[in-house]
């Protein structure tokens, strides 16, 4: 069982908009600013889309935007596209432990 | 611009120790701003943090697998490297390493499939 809770799976037509939740407790997602969002596409390695909870490494489409709310981040995905269908995975800091990164357990995103 | 190569044996036999290698171009093992993680994915599953290590040797694993990893660095080659050793078939996994940027940022290499297997 992962650390931090996701939807098994969401999805949404071309050009919609999609959110994916995140629920960890106060010693990760709520505790801290640093919670990453990854995209990962079959056979290829996960690909950072928001860190610390909000930010866009460049190179990122605008149409992916992250927040946070108590002890749920969140990812939104704003005007679909067939390139989106993906896994996505959030990442938080926890204190529970030294330096210890936690995962959630995955999103499959299917664009209809 | 950062590439990070796994190296090692796709296959182990159960009991036994799993050794990778991350072989570090485009940038320095030893700058003072990142740690060096390793990350696997068991087939069709999720994203598990095993541990990372500082150029200085300071290592944090996870609690879970922590009495059977070593994760050590070698800076004159700017590669760093995962042992784990009594690996079982649960060990069976697509290990990533990974540049960690902060607390939960990594840039990722390619990864490589390790299978335990008799």
């Known amino acids: 069982q992962s650390a931090l809770t996701q939807p098994a799976s969401v999805s949404g037509s071309p050009g919609q908009s999609i959110t994916i939740s995140c629920t960890g407790t106060s010693s990760d997602v709520g505790g801290y600013n640093y919670v990453s969002w990854y995209q990962q596409h079959p056979g290829k390695a996960p690909k950072l889309m928001i860190y610390d909870v909000s930010n866009r490494p460049s190179g990122v489409s605008n149409r992916f935007s992250g927040s946070k709310s108590g002890n749920t981040a969140s990812l939104t995905i704003s005007g679909l596209q067939a390139e989106d269908e993906a896994d996505y995975y959030c990442s938080s800091y926890t204190s529970s432990s030294t330096l210890y990164v936690v995962f959630g357990g995955g999103t499959k995103l299917t664009v209809l | 611009q950062l590439q990070l190569q796994e190296s090692g044996p796709g296959l182990v036999k159960p009991s036994e120790t799993l050794s990778l290698t991350c072989t570090v171009s485009?940038?320095?093992?030893?700058?003072?701003?990142?740690?060096w993680g390793w990350i696997r994915q068991p087939p069709g599953k999720g994203l598990e943090w095993i541990g990372s290590?500082?150029?200085?040797?300071?290592?944090y694993y996870n609690p879970s697998l922590k009495s059977r990893v070593t994760i050590s660095v070698d800076t004159s080659k700017n590669q760093f490297s995962l042992k784990l050793s009594s690996v079982t078939a649960a060990d069976t996994a697509v290990y990533y390493c990974?540049?960690?940027?902060?607390?939960?940022?990594?840039?990722w290499g390619q990864g490589t499939l390790v299978t335990v297997s008799s």
């Open positions: 990974a540049r960690q940027v902060a607390a939960a940022q990594f840039d």
């Open positions: 485009g940038g320095s093992i030893s700058s003072s701003s990142y740690y």
């Open positions: 290590i500082y150029y200085s040797g300071s290592t």
